[in-house]
């Protein structure tokens, strides 16, 4: 991999920085990895937003200085791996499948440290039934280690969010530090995925896992009122395109894969086209004769326009070969590493190539990139190997005009 520093963005480019963060268990030291290639670039975020895992490492970078976050980010990660940090890494053939599947079947009996444990055998037996096979306490005093929740509170340079479910009306929530004063709790209930984990009790009201709803917070961030131009990090850890599975447990591992990174996509087309909408009542607004646009109705229609654009940088984990159905509890600390170098290297490599800063049609007012993907697409098609693994993608700045022979056009209306 070349060492080509990004391109340093012009003055005129002054979008704002958001980092957002998807759910995904184990699998989150990818974006460990992403934030540390953004760390030394001058895309630092002033917003991080996250879902369960994407909450805990939200936090972990809110809550701290820049230049102790990415040694923060790796002490959360080596310290829940360390049951595994003695296994020999790099193991290839059946020896990396065996490490694999037992470095799942070690977090599912025995839990990790600093994040979640099995129940004593007394909850079981006890009166009061437990709600959840495990117990995360021990998250809490993880958070308290290491997050520094009145930086969250105090910091005006950095926002930060997390979204979680009210288990009783089944309402989402977003916990913003613009709004509220954020605790240890709030991140936690954005993790608390049942049955695995425990609601999480907050001002009387219960929350369980934001993934349960919506695994990204994507919408939230480019929604928020009042809105402004923005580059937003998307990082995904499950991959919405992939290979026909070819046994039970690639199909399970497929499902997963689906069922989490479904609205993602759902949420960026639907913002795209209802931003395109904005886009096209300011046009229309200027074009009213003067007498129309006085009048109420105009006013309420004008009042849905709007001028931002927003740029949506993709950065999706796309493993080169299954992982099984329970990859987001595989904590191994090889795993963990390999997770870390590969979201580090994906998101280097877009920094390099920055799309954003390239000239863009006047009228589209969201863009979509997925730099890591174009590579994926580039190798295919100048070998005789299979296709890439994932095709996430949705529409881009060049979408608007590409040729129908673009695969990524295909991919698309496929």
Same mark, same amino acid.
């Given at each position: 991999?070349?060492?080509?520093?990004?391109?340093?963005?012009?003055?005129?480019?002054?979008?704002?920085?958001?980092?957002?963060? =998807?759910?995904?268990?184990?699998?989150?030291?990818?974006?460990?990895?992403?934030?540390?290639?953004?760390?030394?670039?001058?895309?630092?975020?002033?917003?991080?937003?996250?879902?369960?895992?994407?909450?805990?490492?939200?936090?972990?970078?809110?809550?701290?200085?820049?230049?102790?976050?990415?040694?923060?980010?790796?002490?959360?990660?080596?310290?829940?791996?360390?049951?595994?940090?003695?296994?020999?890494?790099?193991?290839?053939?059946?020896?990396?499948?065996? =490490?694999?599947?037992?470095?799942?079947?070690?977090?599912?009996?025995?839990?990790?440290?600093?994040?979640?444990?099995?129940?004593?055998?007394?909850?079981?037996?006890?009166?009061?039934?437990?709600?959840?096979?495990?117990?995360? !306490?021990?998250?809490?005093?993880?958070?308290?280690?290491?997050?520094?929740?009145?930086?969250?509170?105090?910091?005006?340079?950095?926002?930060?969010?997390?979204?979680?479910?009210?288990?009783?009306?089944?309402?989402?929530?977003?916990?913003?530090?613009?709004?509220?004063?954020?605790?240890?709790?709030?991140?936690?209930?954005?993790?608390?995925?049942?049955?695995?984990?425990?609601?999480?009790?907050?001002?009387?009201?219960?929350?369980?896992?934001?993934?349960?709803?919506?695994?990204?917070?994507?919408?939230?961030?480019?929604?928020?009122?009042?809105?402004?131009?923005?580059?937003?990090?998307?990082?995904?850890?499950?991959?919405?395109?992939?290979?026909?599975?070819?046994?039970?447990?690639?199909?399970?591992?497929?499902?997963?894969?689906?069922?989490?990174?479904?609205?993602?996509?759902?949420?960026?087309?639907?913002?795209?086209?209802?931003?395109?909408?904005?886009?096209?009542?300011?046009?229309?607004?200027?074009?009213?004769?003067?007498?129309?646009?006085?009048?109420?109705?105009?006013?309420?229609?004008?009042?849905?326009?709007?001028?931002?654009?927003?740029?949506?940088? =993709?950065?999706?984990?796309?493993?080169?070969?299954?992982?099984?159905?329970?990859?987001?509890?595989?904590?191994?600390?090889?795993?963990? !590493?390999?997770?870390?170098?590969?979201?580090?290297?994906?998101?280097?490599?877009?920094?390099?190539?920055?799309?954003?800063?390239?000239?863009?049609?006047?009228?589209?007012?969201?863009?979509?990139?997925?730099?890591?993907?174009?590579?994926?697409?580039?190798?295919?098609?100048?070998?005789?190997?299979?296709?890439?693994?994932?095709?996430?993608?949705?529409?881009?700045?060049?979408?608007?005009?590409?040729?129908?022979?673009?695969?990524?056009?295909?991919?698309?209306?496929?």
């Amino acid at each position: 991999m070349t060492n080509r520093k990004p391109p340093a963005p012009p003055a005129s480019y002054d979008k704002k920085v958001a980092l957002v963060l =998807q759910g995904g268990g184990a699998l989150g030291s990818y974006q460990a990895g992403v934030y540390e290639a953004l760390a030394s670039s001058e895309y630092l975020p002033d917003w991080v937003a996250g879902i369960s895992i994407g909450a805990i490492n939200a936090a972990i970078i809110a809550g701290n200085a820049p230049e102790s976050r990415v040694a923060r980010l790796r002490s959360f990660w080596e310290e829940i791996t360390a049951p595994t940090a003695a296994w020999p890494s790099g193991l290839s053939g059946h020896l990396a499948d065996w =490490q694999q599947k037992a470095g799942v079947l070690s977090a599912l009996m025995f839990g990790q440290p600093g994040f979640f444990a099995p129940r004593a055998m007394q909850d079981w037996v006890s009166p009061e039934k437990p709600t959840s096979y495990y117990d995360t !306490n021990a998250l809490k005093g993880t958070l308290e280690r290491l997050v520094d929740f009145e930086r969250i509170n105090n910091a005006k340079e950095m926002r930060f969010s997390v979204g979680a479910v009210n288990v009783r009306t089944g309402r989402f929530a977003y916990f913003d530090s613009e709004e509220i004063t954020i605790r240890p709790e709030h991140v936690m209930a954005s993790g608390a995925l049942p049955p695995g984990f425990p609601a999480v009790e907050i001002d009387g009201e219960h929350y369980w896992d934001g993934g349960l709803v919506s695994n990204t917070p994507l919408q939230y961030v480019l929604d928020y009122y009042p809105r402004r131009s923005r580059l937003s990090f998307q990082v995904d850890v499950f991959q919405g395109y992939g290979q026909l599975p070819k046994n039970l447990e690639e199909v399970s591992e497929r499902e997963k894969d689906i069922r989490y990174s479904s609205r993602t996509r759902v949420n960026t087309d639907a913002f795209q086209q209802r931003h395109e909408v904005r886009h096209a009542i300011n046009e229309l607004h200027k074009l009213l004769p003067e007498d129309i646009a006085r009048t109420d109705q105009a006013k309420r229609l004008f009042a849905f326009g709007c001028v931002t654009e927003m740029d949506i940088v =993709q950065l999706i984990y796309r493993p080169f070969k299954p992982q099984g159905a329970l990859k987001d509890f595989e904590f191994s600390r090889g795993t963990m !590493n390999a997770r870390w170098e590969q979201g580090m290297s994906d998101a280097s490599t877009t920094l390099r190539a920055a799309p954003w800063l390239a000239p863009r049609p006047r009228e589209v007012g969201v863009c979509v990139f997925d730099v890591t993907h174009d590579v994926l697409v580039g190798k295919s098609q100048a070998t005789t190997e299979a296709k890439p693994m994932d095709g996430d993608r949705t529409k881009t700045r060049a979408t608007k005009g590409r040729s129908s022979k673009d695969p990524l056009v295909k991919q698309k209306s496929e």
